[in-house]
């Protein structure tokens, strides 16, 4: 990667950070702040920007990882079907009304959820002692067409005053973000993160080839094992803070591709960050363009990611063919 391309990814983010804190929906002067505009960008903004930047970077480095121990280009992180187990049991607490622990009731339903699925996922693709990329993809699908129609059902009998709300959720909502959020939030995506770094290079040959892989000196169900478990705990996590955030997980890595390579070394904490940067964005426009009504990240993500990877689609490189 060129100290250019460094660089001008270094400034993008900055201008994308900066413009998400100070500049929209209402311009704050960061030099002149006034008691009631420092709580606003202290207590609104800032965890604001900080959840988003901890969801897009989840998606964004579990995208690059499982594309890889999948060896599937088309592949992120909710094709698992984690983010159906989240959005289904937050959907029970938002459609049943029921906050048992207060406003970490969603968050912490969402993350059960996604949590319990992912135990499921495992299960079923687990064979012969180990992962398989076949049956792990196959479980995913499978139970995810599952607690999708399940949610779907439960839409479809709920009294209307509860679906709003339960829809904005599903969409990728950031509204409700929050310092009491961070905290949980950063200790499993970070802890993710870290373990998906700690296996870049087991990726790099698992993405090879298991035979090639072995002959390295790594043991290929252990490695497929611990990249699991870091995609479970970083897109659990991610869905619980803001709901579901697509094409992140898919798009950002080919992008990224683009600038770094393909060396999961660098792609994976450079997809992180752009993820992260990308949601920020996405979150930057959805407040902004029809203020003081928000857009659900998610929706945005979806109009922005739909044509530019349908473009990428077309590029004979991004299939590798």
């Keep these: 990667m060129s100290k250019i391309r460094i660089s001008i990814y270094i400034l993008l983010s900055t201008v994308i950070l900066c413009t998400s804190l100070f500049l929209a929906p209402k311009v704050i002067n960061p030099f002149h702040l006034d008691a009631m505009t420092k709580d606003i960008l202290v207590s609104i903004r800032l965890p604001r920007v900080m959840v988003a930047f901890l969801m897009g970077m989840a998606l964004g480095a579990s995208g690059a990882m499982l594309q890889g121990i999948l060896r599937n280009p088309l592949a992120d992180p909710y094709i698992l079907g984690i983010s159906s187990g989240a959005s289904l049991s937050a959907a029970l607490c938002l459609l049943s009304g029921t906050y048992f622990l207060g406003k970490f009731t969603i968050p912490f339903a969402a993350f059960l959820g996604a949590s319990l699925v992912s135990l499921l996922v495992g299960f079923f693709g687990w064979r012969r002692g180990g992962f398989w990329p076949e049956r792990l993809l196959l479980a995913g699908i499978g139970l ?7 949610l779907m059902l439960l839409l479809s009998i709920s009294p209307g005053e509860h679906i709003g709300r339960t829809m904005f959720w599903i969409f990728g909502d950031l509204s409700a973000a929050d310092w009491s959020l961070i905290p949980y939030g950063a200790l499993f995506i970070l802890s993710g993160f870290v373990i998906s770094l700690s296996r870049a290079k087991a990726l790099n040959a698992l993405i090879l080839g298991d035979e090639l892989a072995h002959s390295l000196g790594f043991s290929v169900h252990r490695e497929r094992l611990l990249v699991f478990i870091s995609i479970s705990l970083m897109t659990a996590a991610s869905v619980s803070l803001g709901g579901i955030i697509g094409f992140i997980g898919l798009l950002v890595p080919h992008i990224m591709r683009f ?10 904490p450079a997809s992180g960050i752009g993820g992260g940067m990308l949601l920020c964005l996405a979150d930057l426009i959805g407040k902004t363009v029809i203020h003081p009504v928000e857009i659900p990240s998610g929706i945005v993500t979806a109009i922005i990611g739909s044509p530019y990877f349908l473009y990428l689609l077309r590029r004979k490189d991004v299939l590798g063919a």
Excluded: E, N, W
């Design 259 to 268: 600038f770094v390579g393909a060396d999961s070394r660098i792609l994976v």
């Design 144 to 150: 995810s067409f599952l607690f999708h129609a399940v």
